[in-house]
């Protein structure tokens, strides 16, 4: 099939799909749930080969993370799945009313987009994700995994698409275009007419790519350089604990921690505590003048600051008060997700009001920036631009509106 | 002043607006309007210089009307304004909210996008609306307005300013690249970090441009091939004055019919009668070959289906059946507005669920696709994407919104 055929072929898919109502999507999930929870043997086996690949092939430790699937996360694929199921279907909701003074009545309502576009690389657990979004939400999904998730991703759609198959859904409603290798990720952003919105996912390069070149509107996701700052009136006691998490519990993701700023009254009591419970974690500190004076680390050069390291790495900054806080975020944010912990409200509230960031978060660890824990039961990724959607996208941020206007016969005087 | 620099003002002065009150943006607008009110001779001289020179250099009629100001519509600019000042503020509005199991609270609110640019030709009212507009919802506005209403422009874009300025908000607020002349609009497409939002209004060469070139996130306006149907069970007495109005009221804006699609159940009856009134409206009919057997008309083409005349011109075909129709309107709609005039329930309601447009209406003139019609005050424009907003853009449209995490030192297991 040519790419232009696939692409009609998700066109197509994408009306029937957008006009099924919700207890169809829902069985169609779930026989995809209940294909991949058939299938945990098959799926490991060829997630398998793209992980010899990939060591082979010198891919990193974080990507490698990124790209494994064992039995517990393919049944957690399952299980976020249901989750999906259990949720409210956005399609047809009412967003606004109103009766204008000549008697025309006005409804906005959630309307499915059409056809969604994910660009992603080496996460196989995207594409089921992505999937099930996009089939509740009434879309029909053009995916392109990657070339080291290839085996993986295979296997995947094909048991996606046995899903809707076996409900009589059109099994073009969920479709790779890795067959394509690189020529299909270029089609898809030059695909005006056949791809409503196109959301690349992964390293920051690949979406500086999408954005730039895309002429399909573009949802720009992810790249995290994600601040944690320790106010002067920090609790220590859950400091640490959030620090520990925020950089270790996953490295290799965009809301683990980049950058902690630590208040330079706390930082001769708090930073050698950090410092411990950082290299019992294996993480390499690359700590400004101030922390080296206090510690031992790596010397901080300008670019660490605005690095999203994605491994066991951080950068370490002895700020003088608040502002300089905030000017140091202001400066190299991604405005994705920052933190900072305080007990004093009057810093939380200007953190929370003056912080231009995607989640903004007062005494939590900024792993919680995740569709799954905002109860999306998944996410297509996570918007750090303005438009349409901010922050973590589920079925809500797949979905447009459109405007219906009932009248007896009204012109405009 | 450089246009790096202007661009730098203008986010400077997106954070002082952004975090204005309400109370203190009401009274910038209120300045606004009565600039306007104290100035209208001023305006009116300085538009009749874009208006001789338009004329000179062969500027079509539609496009001098849009072009044109006089005390009527320049009171109306100042009346649009107090709509504005009379509408909620969206900034800090709360979206959603929810506390996880796990004691975190988030709340989703409305913030202003920061800098938005609009890219606009000849249509000095929209300085005033895009100003009006960005103002309450807390952005800076960056402004193109095109060389043919260039004078218009520098005047309004100076009252405007001195309204913020008399409530002591940065004038950099409203701001205008006319003076960098194209050159300027190519820098707005590539203001990454300083533009927040772009959007195109105007003619379709120039929104496709946008679209296609900039490296910023754009929302695609305007372009509307509007059509209307004619089904088989339409009241003929209402259906008249609709098309009449959809297309002569004012043949040069968007939401102005192109278009007509009759029943061919109707046609021996109907289009006698519309085409005595079109014509008595200086309209000028391009029909298909049945519409040709019964009216006058020049013979439509292919490329007349596609075509928005924005002009005294409308396209007429006669078409079996409301299959036929939606198919037509599916093949040819730039996604804008469509209306059916019917007395038929089933075929209304299909109509509406089936027809993929921003503004889908029943027994309505077109020409209600528009933000003041709306309740909007004024609009930003009308999207025609499906990304972020679609239909016309009032001050909802303007923001994004921020999620707010509150914690007690919550860590992810």
Chains 1, 2 share one sequence.
């Not at 299980?79 to 399609?91: G, K, W």
């Not at 009589?168 to 394509?180: H, I, N, R, S």
């Not at 005006?192 to 920051?204: E, H, N, Q, T, Y």
Request: negative net charge.
């Amino acid at each position: 099939m040519s790419i232009q055929k696939l692409f009609e072929a998700s066109k197509a898919a994408s009306k029937v799909v957008g006009l099924a109502n919700t207890n169809l999507k829902n069985a169609a999930l779930e026989a995809m749930a209940q294909q991949l929870e058939a299938n945990v043997e098959q799926i490991i086996a060829q997630n398998l080969l793209d992980l010899e690949n990939g060591q082979r092939n010198g891919l990193a430790i974080g990507l490698q993370d990124r790209l494994r699937l064992d039995q517990k996360r393919i049944l957690g694929l399952a299980s976020a799945i249901r989750e999906i199921i259990a949720l409210p279907d956005p399609v047809g909701d009412s967003v606004a009313g109103m009766t204008l003074d000549n008697g025309l009545k006005l409804q906005q309502v959630r309307v499915p987009f059409g056809v969604v576009g994910v660009i992603y690389e080496a996460r196989p657990n995207v594409t089921v994700d992505i999937a099930a979004l996009a089939v509740k939400s009434g879309n029909a999904a053009i995916l392109r995994g990657g070339s080291a998730a290839e085996n993986s991703n295979r296997i995947l759609v094909s048991l996606l698409q046995a899903g809707l198959e076996s409900v009589g859904l059109p099994v073009a409603a969920v479709q790779t275009v890795d067959e394509f290798g690189r020529a299909g990720a270029v089609e898809m952003m030059q695909a005006r007419g056949f791809i409503d919105v196109l959301i690349p996912r992964g390293s920051a390069s690949l979406i500086q790519t999408v954005v730039t070149e895309s002429k399909v509107p573009v949802i720009e996701t992810g790249d995290g350089v994600v601040h944690m700052f320790i106010d002067q009136s920090a609790d220590l006691q859950k400091a640490l604990p959030m620090v520990v998490n925020s950089k270790v519990q996953r490295p290799s993701v965009c809301n683990s921690l980049e950058t902690l700023l630590v208040h330079e009254d706390l930082a001769e009591e708090f930073l050698p505590k950090v410092a411990a419970a950082l290299r019992e974690n294996s993480v390499v500190i690359h700590g400004c003048e101030k922390t080296a004076e206090i510690i031992d680390c790596v010397q901080a050069t300008d670019e660490d600051w605005a690095k999203e390291y994605l491994a066991l790495e951080i950068s370490i900054r002895v700020v003088a008060n608040v502002d300089q806080a905030l000017e140091h975020i202001a400066r190299y944010s991604t405005k994705h997700t920052e933190s900072i912990v305080t007990e004093n409200l009057a810093n939380a509230e200007r953190f929370l009001q003056e912080v231009d960031a995607a989640v903004v978060m007062v005494n939590s660890s900024t792993r919680f920036t995740d569709g799954g824990e905002f109860g999306f039961g998944a996410e297509v990724g996570i918007s750090t631009q303005k438009l349409h959607a901010r922050g973590p996208m589920g079925l809500k941020e797949l979905t447009s509106t459109k405007w219906l206007v009932r009248g007896n016969g009204q012109v405009r005087s």
